[in-house]
Structure formats: structure tokens, C-alpha cells
């Protein structure tokens, strides 16, 4: 069974861009959550998508947003980039029925310059 | 306000020893306890979980330790070897649909 991908794995881009980063849950998860993971911070929840529709979100400017389709797979887009969301991405999908477990993709290591 | 904090950030242990990360929660209504190992490169993996219905949970040489009056949980590691060496975090998350809140994590080394 194919784990959860997340693509690209690294990006580099400069203040003031946009960046969008793609996830593809495990096949038959329905539940699609997105986390920050910075030294100082740890890992800080960004958003939860549950069949399309945006279910749970986190203390995030607006700059952050995302959305998922309908075959589960999920997008989140950062617009005007600043320094500080340098970071790495994860993504992590559940089952509807056992939406306690969470498997976390490999993320996406992104960097603001 | 951070929901969930977890120490200590670093620890060093010999290999064969006892690795002890500790965690404490101020929300009751959290009802599921989880661990994560991270190692570079790769995202957290789910190694064990406990609910506070139990004081105790082993799974092979990791055991989680519950205390709900004190409202804390620790992760011992039994027997600790180099390949144990990663980043743990615990977590915790309230019934229902909500997302899991992490703490800071705790860096593990075993030494030889």
C-alpha cells in the first residue's frame, strides 16, 4: 500500500512568490491534515480537509490556504512569501473511520530567500 | 499557549539504558495520547498511543506511562539502541474531529 507523497520535496523560493505543494493521501483516506514543522515551533497545525471541505484550521495568517479534491488528494498554497515560513511541510491523511491515526508524508522542505 | 509541553528538548543515553520523555496537558477533554518517531529526512511515524481509560501501554521495548490526575504521560524506551535515535514527539487530541496538538519534541541520541 502506497504511503502518503508529497511532492516536491525541496523548493527554494524568494520573498514576496507564491508556492503551491501537493499531497496524495493513502488510497481510501478521506481525511487530509497539513502541519508546519520549524525548530523553534515544533509541528503547528495549518488545516484539516475532510471530503473537499475544509474541516479544521489552525492560528494562520490568511496567506495560508488550501484545498483538497475529490480524489483526496490536497494542495496548499502560500502567497507572498516571507522569510519565516521557511519550513518543512507535512501532510497527513486518515481514514474516515479511524481518523485517529495519522500517517505523515516524507513533507516538503521549503526555503524563502 | 502551548497545549501540550514535553521535555526534556535533548537527551543522551547509552546504549542498553532507559530513555524517559515526559509530557504534560492542561485540556481534560483530550482523550488520545500518541507518540511520534521522526527520524531526518522523513516525516513522524506513529510508534504507540494511549487513551486515559489506562495507566499503562507496552508495545515491545516502548511502554507509555498515564497519569490522569497529574495529567501527564511519559515514553519509555527499554533498552535503548543507536537505531532509537530521532526525534519524539508527543501529542494529544480531544474526541471528535480535531487535530492532533503536538509538543516541541525531544532529540534522542544513544551512544554506544
Known amino acids: 500500500k502506497a504511503g502518503v507523497t508529497q511532492t516536491p520535496r525541496y523548493l527554494i523560493k524568494t520573498r514576496g512568490q507564491q508556492v503551491t505543494l501537493s499531497c496524495s493521501p493513502i488510497?481510501?483516506?478521506?481525511?487530509v491534515s497539513w502541519y508546519q514543522q520549524t525548530p523553534g515551533q515544533g509541528l503547528q497545525f495549518l488545516f484539516e480537509?475532510?471530503?473537499?471541505?475544509?474541516?479544521n484550521k489552525g492560528n494562520f495568517p490568511g496567506r495560508f490556504s488550501g484545498r483538497q479534491f475529490s480524489n483526496s488528494r490536497s494542495e496548499m498554497n502560500v502567497s507572498t512569501l516571507e522569510l519565516g515560513d521557511s519550513a518543512l511541510y507535512l501532510c497527513?491523511?486518515?481514514?474516515?473511520?479511524?481518523?485517529?491515526?495519522?500517517?505523515f508524508g516524507s513533507g516538503t522542505r521549503l526555503t524563502v530567500v | 499557549q502551548q497545549q501540550v509541553k514535553q521535555s526534556p528538548q535533548s537527551l543522551i543515553v547509552q546504549k542498553g539504558g532507559i530513555s524517559i520523555i515526559n509530557c504534560a496537558y492542561e485540556?481534560?477533554?483530550?482523550?488520545?495520547f500518541p507518540w511520534y518517531q521522526q527520524f531526518p529526512g522523513k516525516g513522524p511515524a506513529l510508534l504507540i498511543a494511549?487513551?486515559?481509560?489506562?495507566s499503562e501501554k507496552k508495545e515491545g521495548r516502548f511502554t507509555i506511562s498515564f497519569n490522569k490526575s497529574a495529567k501527564q504521560f511519559s515514553l519509555h524506551i527499554m533498552d535503548s539502541q543507536p537505531g532509537d535515535s530521532a526525534t519524539y514527539f508527543c501529542?494529544?487530541?480531544?474526541?471528535?474531529?480535531?487535530?492532533?496538538?503536538f509538543g516541541k519534541g525531544t532529540r534522542l541520541s544513544v551512544i554506544a
Open positions: 497527513a491523511s486518515s481514514s474516515s473511520r479511524a481518523s485517529y491515526g495519522y500517517t
Open positions: 488510497s481510501g483516506h478521506r481525511s
Open positions: 480537509y475532510f471530503s473537499e471541505t475544509q474541516r
Open positions: 485540556n481534560t477533554a483530550f482523550d488520545y
Open positions: 494511549i487513551r486515559p481509560d489506562v
Open positions: 501529542a494529544a487530541r480531544r474526541e471528535g474531529n480535531t487535530p492532533l496538538v
